[in-house]
């Protein structure tokens, strides 16, 4: 079992609709879960973090967290095309020192 | 903007010669992070420092691998001799880890291609 699982997509959602990406992890002591966006050709940039259960909400993204289930999500509200690009889910890990990355998921926003 | 600078962006090399990447962290972060890109593997975590110390390298082959931190503001990353499979995007990242939920900020890489 990979440490950080994610749907590689790609997934596709027209203008306006919701994007919904998940992840799972398999490390039940991790405190600390990013989202980063990586347009083609570019570096990964950070767009969310989440350390308690519960929502996180900034402007049109939200974070949600589980941690019983070991389940991180990132719903984006009225997708624009700018949207798309790979959404790549990051778990802290060994105490917090070790970041693992998702394989990625490929979102596609259709104008 | 306080950024991750690496150099080169690109280099194109033939099989056996030596490649250095070289990461300048953001001034005060204390961790730095190599990280490579594949289409294949995705992002994997090949060694990452704290205080200039290694503290994981177990994601990078050693036979040619070797990653170093002389000062600070510097972090390498080296490969000899290097061999086509080591194509691929190579990023350092840096962040500050005085408690454990800092987010890393990324570099804009350096795009590998052994011929």
């Known amino acids: 079992q990979k440490e950080v699982e994610q749907n590689s997509g790609p997934l596709s959602v027209p203008e306006g609709a919701i994007a919904s990406l998940n992840c799972t992890y398999s490390d039940r002591g991790s405190q600390s879960f990013f989202w980063y966006r990586q347009y083609s050709g570019k570096s990964p940039e950070l767009i969310m973090s989440?350390?308690?259960?519960g929502d996180k909400e900034d402007g049109r993204f939200t974070a949600q967290l589980n941690k019983a289930s070991q389940y991180v999500s990132l719903l984006i509200r009225d997708s624009q095309p700018s949207d798309s690009a790979t959404y790549l889910c990051a778990v802290n890990m060994d105490g917090g020192f070790k970041t693992i990355f998702g394989a990625g998921t490929r979102l596609f926003v259709k104008a | 903007d306080a950024r991750v600078t690496q150099t080169p962006r690109h280099k194109v090399t033939e099989m056996g010669q030596e490649v250095t990447m070289r990461c300048q962290p953001i001034l005060g972060h204390n961790t730095v992070f190599w990280y490579r890109q594949t289409m294949m593997q995705g992002l994997e975590l090949l060694a990452y420092?704290?205080?200039?110390?290694?503290?994981?390298d177990s994601g990078m082959p050693k036979d040619r691998f070797s990653a170093e931190m002389p000062d600070a503001t510097l972090a390498t990353l080296k490969i000899q001799p290097s061999e086509p499979r080591d194509s691929a995007v190579y990023f350092c990242a840096s962040g500050l880890v005085q408690v454990s939920n800092q987010p890393q900020h990324f570099g804009d890489g350096t795009r590998l291609s052994i011929l």
């Open positions: 989440i350390y308690s259960n």
């Open positions: 420092f704290r205080n200039r110390a290694p503290l994981d």
